[in-house]
């Protein structure tokens, strides 16, 4: 089935050691998101790439960068993990910018940072 | 500026009774309204939307939500809650008139159906 996965479903990193977190999706979608969700709270979007296109929201640290080598791959990259960096991730795609498409979500990457 | 406000933390209610999860939100132009539900430990799923014509909007589940533009509100409801109804909800918003396709969510609403 079409879907957007994400690898791995539990990350364990140390304090400041550089991590990467991956995103694939079959729905040949133009948009891809990456969203920070803390405790259960509203997820939070870091930045998504319109195609090509990459654009980042302006509170998200400098510590968080990504890249989309491709349609189908996204990566989520953590220079210097903080304990405050602790949290699920979310990948979600879309098919367009426009903002009646409704967002496809990964299962989520859990991250923990001793 | 777009923001949501998901107004309850928790909403319990008893299996086979009707339930509303509460939304009201905020934007400038006019909005596209969206319900996600998420289950422990996974992404969120899409339920329903509201983009236009008829205000009461139905999606997967048996849920359905009103949309009431001057009340600003997007409710969810479902006739007969299930067990299996039990997940967190999340209200989100798009504003119709910019294109960047940015979603703001709501603090979301835990919902605990009872047997």
């Known amino acids: 089935d079409a879907m957007v996965i994400q690898n791995p479903r539990y990350q364990v990193t140390q304090f400041g050691k550089p991590v990467t977190l991956s995103c694939s999706q079959t729905?040949?979608?133009?948009?891809m998101y990456w969203y920070q969700q803390k405790s259960s709270q509203a997820p939070k979007l870091l930045f998504h790439?319109?195609?090509?296109?990459?654009?980042n929201e302006a509170d998200t640290p400098d510590n968080f960068q990504s890249r989309r080598p491709n349609t189908s791959f996204c990566f989520l990259d953590i220079r210097s993990p903080g304990l405050g960096d602790a949290a699920m991730y979310l990948c979600?795609?879309?098919?367009?910018?426009?903002?009646?498409?409704?967002?496809?979500f990964g299962s989520g990457t859990q991250l923990s940072v001793l | 500026a777009q923001s949501v406000a998901q107004p309850e933390d928790q909403v319990n209610v008893a299996e086979g009774n009707p339930l509303t999860v509460k939304c009201t939100y905020s934007?400038?132009?006019?909005?596209?309204l969206f319900w996600y539900v998420q289950y422990p430990n996974r992404g969120l799923q899409f339920l329903l939307k509201?983009?236009?014509?008829?205000?009461l909007v139905k999606g997967s589940y048996g849920f359905e939500a009103e949309f009431n533009k001057s009340q600003t509100s997007f409710h969810l409801k479902k006739p007969s809650a299930l067990v299996s109804d039990s997940a967190l909800y999340f209200c989100?918003?798009?504003?119709?008139?910019?294109?960047?396709?940015?979603?703001?969510f709501g603090d979301g609403t835990t919902l605990t159906v009872k047997p």
């Open positions: 934007v400038s132009g006019n909005p596209y």
């Open positions: 979600a795609t879309s098919t367009r910018q426009g903002a009646y498409e409704k967002l496809f």
């Open positions: 729905l040949n979608h133009n948009v």
């Open positions: 790439y319109y195609d090509k296109d990459f654009n």
């Open positions: 989100a918003v798009r504003d119709m008139d910019t294109n960047a396709g940015k979603s703001t």
């Open positions: 509201y983009i236009t014509g008829d205000n």
